[in-house]
Nanobody
Framework: QVQLVESGGGLVQAGGSLRLSCAAS????????MGWFRQAPGKEREFVAA????????YYVDSVKGRFNLSRDNAKNTVYLQMNSLKPEDTAVYYC?????????????????WGQGTEVTVSS
């Protein structure tokens, strides 16, 4: 079992940056692949980025490649999402999630634990 708590959301102008954090409880954090998803109003939750348990494999949805960077610090039980060059279309609630599946995981159904979300608003 792992509990996830996101932080770092807020209001930012287009072109700005935010850094989201996801703190996990439990001693087995390093066993989980970690992902970030987002959900805009009226839309389904979508995959943003994910990393393997070691951080050795990290992958992104095309729309954020080159702008977002996901990293994890297993010693701190924390995963980060650095978001640069933000656009209004990045506005959403961002969720951190954990999976014990091995391999690339893009689907909401492949994740077993979720945080409560943190809201990101990008103004134009």
């Amino acid at each position: 079992q792992v509990q996830l708590v996101e932080s770092g959301g807020g209001l930012v102008q287009a072109g700005g940056s935010l850094r989201l954090s996801c703190a996990a409880s439990g001693r087995t954090f390093s066993r989980y692949g970690m992902g970030w998803f987002r959900q805009a109003p009226g839309k389904e939750r979508e995959f943003v980025a994910a990393t393997s348990w070691s951080g050795g494999s990290t992958y992104y949805v095309d729309s954020v490649k080159g702008r977002f960077n996901l990293s994890r610090d297993n010693a701190k039980n924390t995963v980060y999402l650095q978001m640069n060059s933000l656009k209004p279309e990045d506005t959403a609630v961002y969720y951190c999630a954990a999976t014990y599946y091995i391999g690339r995981t893009y689907s909401v159904d492949e994740y077993h634990y979720w945080g409560q979300g943190t809201e990101v608003t990008v103004s134009s």
